[in-house]
């Protein structure tokens, strides 16, 4: 079992910035694929970026050049950097991680770019 925990979501003025963090608990976290998805209202929940056990990284191409996902194996988490943010960024973000047996979400956390 993984539990996740996101947080960092918020208000932000277009052009902006955000880092939104997802803390592990439960399993080796070195061990887990990790992911960010984001769902608009009304819309299916997407793949935002992804990084593997090995570091490497995937990208949705909206966000390609905006945004940075990194993990810290030490602290088991996982980071997305938002940068150049836009209105249609805004969505819940979901936390998501992938072991051998099983995937595992966490609860969103709500972003929205908005003057």
């Known amino acids: 079992q993984v539990q996740l925990v996101e947080s960092g979501g918020g208000l932000v003025q277009p052009g902006g910035s955000l880092r939104l963090s997802c803390a592990a608990s439960?399993?080796?976290?070195?061990?887990?694929?990790m992911g960010w998805y984001r769902q608009a209202p009304g819309a299916q929940r997407e793949m935002v970026a992804s990084v593997g056990t090995t570091g490497t990284t995937n990208y949705r191409e909206s966000v390609k050049g905006r945004f940075t996902i990194s993990r810290d194996n030490a602290g088991n988490t996982v980071y997305l950097q938002m940068n150049s943010l836009k209105p249609e960024d805004t969505a819940v973000y979901y936390c998501?991680?992938?072991?051998?047996?099983?995937?595992?979400w966490g609860q969103g956390t709500q972003v929205t770019v908005s003057s």
């Open positions: 439960g399993r080796i976290f070195s061990r887990l694929m």
């Open positions: 998501k991680a992938i072991s051998a047996s099983a995937s595992y």
